[in-house]
């Protein structure tokens, strides 16, 4: 539950954030006309933060707001996520690269205990889990870099990654790789070697690339407006 009475500068974030992850987790789907009425008595606030929140996540490329017809969930597009994909495939690889030359001991530590954390969850299944702890380790990546504005990027273009992810719920056999691609990017960090980092966070990227898209296309939950130039058979 949201009070308005709360600092009316920081409520609209906070209802940002509670529109933002139902979003991500499917409450609210894509294409789903969000009535005013209907979210402002779900989340007991006022149209007014309300619409700065709508305002917000229309600029993360959540939702769409209608001229004189309110916002609707902003549809999946195979095309719209394989760009975006394609686009932080190259900031990550710069960033792997930068933070091997930029991170101290302790930061590699610090990101070394949460890739352990995030294999406990992947041992015990706990899906949920290992996808907020495997986001926090990829921006946190991108803070190793020293450079705001590539975190920054990363920051805006995830978002708009982050339901397609959570969506499509890849195969095991894509899980078990993917927990292999980061044992490899850990110690890639750790060995200071910045070349081979960026070209296996590169294909890491692109992998998830592949599988979510294949993920995507078979749940029918995306218009299939296009795919990705030269993309490689899926592996989900």
């Known amino acids: 539950?949201?009070?308005?009475?709360?600092?009316?500068?920081?409520?609209?974030?906070?209802?940002?954030?509670?529109?933002?992850?139902?979003?991500?987790?499917?409450?609210?789907?894509?294409?789903?006309?969000?009535?005013?009425?209907?979210?402002?008595?779900?989340?007991?606030?006022?149209?007014?933060?309300?619409?700065?929140?709508?305002?917000?996540?229309?600029?993360?490329g959540l939702v769409e707001l209608l001229p004189n017809r309110g916002a609707v969930v902003t549809p999946m597009t195979l095309a719209d996520t394989a760009h975006t994909f394609e686009v932080l495939r190259v900031l990550e690889g710069l960033a792997g690269e930068l933070a091997c030359e930029r991170a101290n001991a302790a930061d590699t530590a610090a990101l070394r205990e949460l890739h352990?954390?995030?294999?406990?969850?992947?041992?015990?299944?706990?899906?949920?889990?290992?996808?907020?702890?495997?986001?926090?380790?990829?921006?946190?990546?991108?803070?190793?870099s020293g450079n705001p504005v590539l975190s920054s990027t990363q920051s805006k273009l995830n978002l708009r990654l982050r339901r397609a992810r959570y969506f499509a719920n890849v195969s095991q056999d894509r899980w078990d790789h993917a927990m292999q691609e980061h044992d490899q990017i850990i110690a890639a960090l750790e060995a200071k070697n910045g070349k081979r980092l960026r070209t296996l966070l590169e294909e890491h990227i692109r992998n998830k690339c592949d599988a979510v898209l294949a993920a995507l296309l078979a749940k029918g939950a995306v218009s299939a407006l296009g795919t990705r130039s030269g993309s490689r058979p899926s592996n989900p």
Do not use: W
């Open 1 to 60: 539950m949201l009070d308005d009475d709360s600092d009316k500068i920081s409520l609209h974030l906070k209802v940002a954030d509670r529109l933002r992850d139902k979003i991500t987790y499917g409450e609210l789907a894509p294409g789903l006309r969000l009535t005013e009425r209907v979210l402002c008595e779900e989340l007991k606030v006022s149209r007014t933060p309300l619409r700065e929140a709508l305002k917000t996540l229309a600029s993360e």
């Open 116 to 144: 352990e954390r995030m294999r406990a969850c992947y041992h015990k299944g706990e899906r949920e889990s290992y996808f907020e702890l495997n986001q926090t380790i990829h921006a946190r990546l991108f803070l190793l």
